[in-house]
């Protein structure tokens, strides 16, 4: 788990998270080194975030969407 709050990013919060209270997840790529995404818990954002280089991420979307 990463803490790093000098990185910059992209976040969006899930569809699926209850009438936009933010009670899901969010992720998003670091917008100065967009082959790296990240996802966080949007109810403890202070508790960091977990990166992945793009081609894991891509195969996470993939498996997840099956």
């Not at 709050?5 to 899930?14: E, Q």
């Amino acid at each position: 788990m990463n803490r790093d709050t000098s990185a910059v990013f992209g976040w969006r919060t899930s569809s699926y998270s209850v009438n936009g209270g933010g009670q899901c997840v969010e992720a998003g790529p670091f917008l100065n080194e967009p082959q790296r995404f990240a996802v966080r818990d949007s109810t403890q954002r202070d508790l960091g975030y977990l990166s992945f280089p793009s081609p894991e991420w891509s195969a996470l979307l993939r498996s997840a969407a099956r």
